[in-house]
Each structure stands twice: as C-alpha cells, then as structure tokens.
C-alpha cells in the first residue's frame, strides 16, 4: 500500500498526514493529561515539549513522503515538503487546540488560573485561549516544515 502513496493520488498520500497528524495530536493530549495530573496543568512552560514533539512528528512525516516521493527532493521541489508538514500539523494542532477547547469550557477552574497567569485577564475565555494554542501551532508547522524539507535538500546533495 506505501507504493500508493504518491501525488497523483492525493487520497492515498493525505494518510501520511493523517496517520502522523493523528499520533502528533494523541501525544499532545497525553503529556496535557500527564502534566495535569501531576499538578502543571496550568504552567505555560510544559508547552515547548509539544513544540520538539511536533518538529519530531513533522520530521517523521516529511521523511516519509520524501521517501515514497524521491523525485521531488531531487529536483528541488520543496513545496510538496512544505505542504506535507502543514497538513499534518493542522491535524495534530488543530485536533488538540478543538479537544482544548471543550476541556476549557468543562474545566472553569484550570481556565480561571490560566486567565490569572494571562495578560488578558477577563478577556480571555477557552475559544481565544485556544485560538492561541492554533496559531502557534500552525506557525511552527508552517517553519519548521520548510526548514526541514530544505535541510532535506541539502542531505541529499551531499549523498
């Protein structure tokens, strides 16, 4: 089936980005659970794991495509690269950010202390909290994407 997984059928290859959009977004929601449990729920300082979390998943996914793909690296096209983290991390990112959401509208108590620990204050409610959550998400995805595809390039120019 990996065989398949090419641009001419796009079907097919978006479950690269499901499957390790999916896994980004599961190891999110854990390390959350983890943290809260243990008593950091509320501690913003936690959030840069997610962020070496993403770039290992964007890696694998990038990697993956490359490899079904060969052609494309080798003629330097780094879009198709580029777009493959991004959907991926839209997956991952936008999942977690929709679950946050909902947990932030149940759990009133984490997010009173999340407004306190805020520079908002009042005017910070689960949506925008969120909405946060998705826009740094999507913007590492957006870097770290294109950085990887082109460090992709240059690996293999050197082989």
């Known amino acids: 089936m990996n065989l398949l997984l090419t641009k001419e059928n796009p079907s097919l290859m978006n479950a690269i ?3 390790t959009g999916l896994f980004m977004m599961f190891g999110f929601i ?4 983890i943290m809260y449990w243990m008593g950091y729920g509320s501690r913003g300082e936690f959030h840069l794991f ?3 979390f993403q770039i290992f998943c964007l890696y694998r996914a990038i990697r993956t495509y490359y490899i079904l793909n060969p052609d494309d690296i080798l003629k330097g096209n780094y879009l198709y690269g580029v777009a493959q983290g991004l959907r991926t991390s839209v997956i991952g990112v936008g999942g977690f950010a929709i679950l946050m959401t909902l947990y932030l509208y149940w759990n009133t108590d984490l997010m009173n ?3 306190l620990s805020s520079s908002m204050g009042d005017s910070l409610n689960p949506f925008t909290a969120n909405l946060f959550i998705l826009t740094e998400g999507l913007a590492i995805g957006l870097i770290v994407s294109y950085i990887l595809t082109r460090l992709f390039e240059v690996a293999s120019k050197m082989i």
């Not at 854990?30 to 659970?33: K, M, R, S, V």
Request: hydrophobic share 70%.
């Open 50 to 52: 997610n962020g070496v």
């Open 17 to 19: 980005a499901i499957r």
């Open 113 to 115: 202390a999340i407004r």
């Open 30 to 33: 854990i390390f959350f659970l």
